[in-house]
């Protein structure tokens, strides 16, 4: 019975190459494409080695050899300064600037969802805060709710994908730690205020200001930053459990 | 598994810089081609005596698009995706300042083996 190709070539040097390439700084997309490209060749130099009258195991391991050696494949991809990631160059602008970006574009996001649900839920209220309590269901308690949600979430969203980066490009857990610090230092002195009465045109005031304020909010950046490195000590403690001694 | 042991005595790369860059424009001016094919083409006119590592192609040709040298383009062939490089007017361009550079290159080299004591005056001094 003939081995499948997929089984022939699991033992390749490909799996070595990707985490030396990915340490080495290149961005993951190139290295995706290199390693690619590089097990397409391989199935087409097998093939080759096949008609030739090698034996699958023969052809596959000829195939490899033509290939070139794990050190002449990594040295022509690191010999492309150009192939490695923003995130490797400039980690410090990644990993302060970006969950900057991402955070202010969510908070905005939902601070427009505010004020579209005080528009629609509560037009003649002077502010869309501290309204009874409502029933959960109800639809009004539903979207600020969820809106609230998102607010609240945002940093820790946000810290995860600062982690995922970090992971992805096999960089050192510092540089997310410095995003997830500044994430939950945001988290906890921002404060929204939104006021009808604060802007004589009626239509409505919204800000966020950015003050330390004294105990819980100290408390709730620690939360912030536990809940968002939390995944990743998840991750490290299934990989160091799984991984070969 | 592989072993280095098995790899085949590759050309001496000290004289390899900016070869691997020329051959490949150099026959992709002819026709577009996937880099499995390109090697073989490379293998076929050069009567095998330049022998590489044959994946270190693909940094070359990822380089070269980056450069915007080549255009890539993902194409199915029997079955099975391929990705086709094939020259733009840049890298036309770029070919034609290498070949000069070569020949400026192997012709001055060519004077000094011949033992010409005045080869060097007649190299050209940009290079």
Not at chain 2, 62 to 87: F, M, W
Request: aromatic letters at 8%.
């Amino acid at each position: 019975m003939p081995t499948p190709l997929s089984n022939l070539f699991a033992p390749t040097p490909f799996p070595e190459l990707r985490e030396r390439l990915l340490r080495a700084g290149i961005a993951p997309r190139h290295v995706r494409r290199y390693l690619s490209e590089l097990s397409d060749h391989l199935t087409d130099l097998t093939a080759e080695e096949q008609t030739r009258g090698l034996s699958p195991t023969a052809a596959g391991s000829a195939a490899l050899a033509r290939l070139g050696s794990p050190d002449s494949l990594a040295n022509a991809a690191l010999a492309q300064p150009e192939a490695r990631s923003l995130t490797a160059r400039a980690p410090w602008a990644v990993f302060s600037l970006t969950p900057l970006a991402l955070l202010a574009a969510i908070w905005f996001l939902s601070l427009c969802l505010l004020r579209l649900g005080w528009q629609i839920f509560l037009p003649q209220a002077v502010t869309p805060f501290g309204h009874g309590p409502l029933q959960f269901f109800d639809p009004q308690n539903i979207y600020f709710q969820l809106n609230r949600s998102l607010y609240l979430g945002a940093p820790i969203l946000v810290g995860w994908c600062m982690l995922l980066i970090a992971i992805r490009q096999r960089l050192s857990v510092l540089w997310p730690i410095v995003s997830l610090a500044i994430l939950a230092v945001l988290a906890a002195t921002s404060h929204v205020q939104a006021n009808r009465e604060a802007v004589p045109t009626g239509l409505g005031h919204i800000s966020v200001d950015f003050a330390f304020r004294p105990a819980a909010q100290n408390e709730y950046a620690l939360v912030v930053f536990l809940l968002a490195v939390a995944p990743y000590l998840l991750w490290k403690f299934h990989t160091h459990r799984t991984s070969p001694a | 598994m592989y072993s280095p042991a098995m790899a085949p005595r590759e050309t001496n790369p000290s004289f390899m810089n900016g070869v691997p860059e020329l051959l490949i424009l150099s026959l992709l001016q002819q026709a577009e081609m996937y880099g499995y094919e390109l090697v073989h083409a490379i293998r076929d006119r050069t009567g095998a005596s330049i022998a590489l590592g044959e994946g270190v192609v693909y940094p070359v040709l990822h380089s070269l698009e980056r450069d915007g040298a080549l255009t890539a383009q993902r194409k199915p062939v029997n079955g099975r995706s391929r990705i086709y490089y094939s020259l733009t007017p840049t890298g036309s361009r770029r070919l034609s300042d290498l070949t000069d550079t070569w020949t400026t290159l192997t012709s001055s080299i060519q004077l000094v083996l011949n033992g010409n004591p005045n080869g060097a005056a007649h190299a050209h001094p940009t290079l």
